[in-house]
């Protein structure tokens, strides 16, 4: 249990955080084979080792061995409700409807546009896959060099490593419904 506990919060942790396995055995002074390893639940760390792969990810060595209690395996979340994670100059509210699930290995997020909203100057890209859902309104997406125009009911499922860039086209309010994978570190 343990084992396994240690190994899914190591994967998760580095790869939100973007990293191989061995850009972390680089960071951490840490073999590439032991942190698969660990990962894969077939070996518990050392202290030792473990400390040095809680420094080299910025974490506390409690992070690996605090028992999963503190997370649900089931997520009910009522309408408007949710937990704000993120709030930008009144201009956009992200609302996580997966908060609290245990070792989650997606998120979904209930985002509201207002009107002008857009990503930020140039595109983005990052690693994993992301969904998007217009619930109200309209979005303007780039991917690439393709561009899209979703309303009510469209969706798109794209690579998150290609560049991409969205903006609310509606005269008001766009609600979107986004489910991403990895989960995606809302602190940085």
Known sequence: MVKELIGKKLKKTRLG???????????????????????RGLTTPSVKILMKLAA??????????????????????????????????NKQQITSLTQGLRDPSFSVLRDVLEAGCDS??????????????????RLQFEIQDRSFLLEPGDSLTFKASLPHAWSNRAEGPTEVLWVVSPVPNMNR
């Open 17 to 39: 955080l973007d990293l191989t396995i061995q850009e972390l055995a680089a960071l951490a002074g840490v073999s590439a084979n032991m942190i698969s390893r660990i990962e």
């Open 120 to 137: 930020g100057g140039g595109h983005m890209v990052h690693s994993g896959e992301e969904f998007v859902l217009v619930l109200k309104g």
């Open 56 to 89: 080299a990810l910025g974490m506390s060595i409690g992070y690996f061995v605090e028992e999963a209690e503190q997370g649900s395996t089931v997520i009910h979340t009522r309408q408007f409700q949710g937990e704000p994670l993120f709030f930008y100059q």
